[in-house]
């Protein structure tokens, strides 16, 4: 399962079989009082249409859900699937998609995605691929841990064991 956290919504996407992706929801209110009940991806639809009155902007388009206007997508496939339509469309793109985790969104829109810990890309509001490094851990036994920034930074959590402790490291935006 993928998980990103969407302001106060909590929303987790498993691999699915069907057309469009099922979120499943989390809604975390200001009262949070250390538990949370998960919504299915019908109620959890319906919730973000008809109930939700929290301080974010969702909207739903056929099955999707946007925060603030981008697409979460925190299974690869389903991103794919919302910009192209089918996997036909280009097997290399939908393959790559298979294998990434989402990082985040800059404040362009554009996605970021993990592959395996070691390599980042990064996707234009329409799919197409714009950057693609590696962000290896100091541990080549280790995997890290991405966060982006709005303005593109991203941040990489590594594991140093010659030192053991970990280590903090930002990227500046260079694409």
Avoid: H
Wanted: proline fraction near 4%.
């Amino acid at each position: 399962m993928r998980t990103i956290i969407a302001g106060d919504m909590l929303l987790v996407n498993i691999a699915s079989s069907q057309a469009n992706p099922e979120y499943y929801g989390f809604y975390i209110a200001d009262n949070f009082e250390g538990k949370i009940t998960m919504m299915n991806p019908d109620e959890t639809i319906k919730f973000l249409t008809e109930e939700y009155r929290g301080t974010e902007k969702f909207t739903v388009q056929d099955g999707y859900i946007f925060w603030n206007g981008r697409l979460v997508a925190p299974y690869g496939p389903i991103y794919f699937q919302y910009y192209y339509g089918s996997r036909e469309n280009n097997l290399t793109l939908w393959n790559a998609m298979q294998q990434r985790r989402f990082i985040g969104w800059d404040n362009m829109g554009n996605s970021y995605w993990d592959n395996a810990g070691r390599r980042v890309n990064v996707f234009t509001p329409s799919g197409k691929l714009i950057a693609d490094f590696y962000g290896e851990n100091v541990n080549p036994y280790e995997k890290s841990q991405f966060a982006v920034a709005p303005d593109g930074s991203l941040y990489c959590l590594s594991y140093n064991m010659d030192q053991d402790k970990f280590e903090l490291m930002k990227l500046e935006r260079f694409w």
